[in-house]
Every structure is written in structure tokens, then in C-alpha cells.
């Protein structure tokens, strides 16, 4: 399944939860007023830990939405950049094996 997918199934996932959240807070989906007291204007209900700083759960929030590599996908990435890297190593080995010699040879003598 291609990352462009699976972010789609997930949003639509979440999509699905915030209604049925918005239906529950609402009484059930459309039978009227409830009747129950509700929160003040600009507090929410405290979910989880009492002393957790903002900034954490913000962080925590966050990288629950990131789309995380499965096993396949890391190996393909890792062994691209050992390639990579490797190419790189020997392009630079050799230019500083081919500016030894001239230096050897011009400068040196």
C-alpha cells in the first residue's frame, strides 16, 4: 500500500471519528437539545496525565500523525544511501588520489 493511500485511509479514519465525537457531544446524532451541563466557553475536558506540559502533548500529538516507514520501506531507503555513499566515497577517493599524484609530480619535484 503506497504512503499516498494509507495517508488517505487515515484521514478519512479521522474524519469519521470527529463526526461520531460531534454526534455523541450533540445528544446522539440530531434529537434535539441536550439537556446535559456543559463545559465553559474555551476549556476542554482534561484527557491523560494531570502534569504533562502543553508543549508535550503537542509533541505527542504530532508525531501521532506523522506516517511512519514499515520494514520494507527502511530497508529500500537504507540500502540507497549505503549506494549512494559508497559512490560518493570512491568518486572523492579517486579525485584525491588523481590530486596526489599531480601534486607528487609538479609541485614536488
Known amino acids: 500500500m503506497g504512503r499516498a493511500l494509507r495517508r488517505q485511509q487515515e484521514r478519512a479514519q479521522r474524519r469519521q471519528q470527529r463526526q461520531q465525537q460531534r454526534a455523541a457531544a450533540t445528544g446522539g446524532g440530531g434529537r434535539g437539545p441536550s439537556m446535559s451541563v456543559s463545559a465553559p466557553p474555551g ?3 482534561r484527557r491523560g496525565r494531570r ?4 508543549w508535550i502533548a503537542d509533541i505527542v500529538s504530532e508525531l501521532r500523525k506523522v506516517t511512519w516507514p514499515n520494514r520494507q520501506e ?9 549506494i549512494v ?3 560518493f566515497g570512491a568518486i572523492l577517493g579517486v579525485a584525491d588520489l588523481g590530486f596526489g599524484w599531480i601534486i607528487e609530480n ?3 619535484r
Open 51 to 54: 502534569f504533562v506540559p502543553r
Open 85 to 87: 555513499s559508497l559512490f
Open 106 to 108: 609538479t609541485v614536488l
Open 43 to 45: 476549556t476542554e475536558p
Open 74 to 82: 527502511v530497508g529500500y531507503l537504507t540500502l540507497v544511501v549505503v
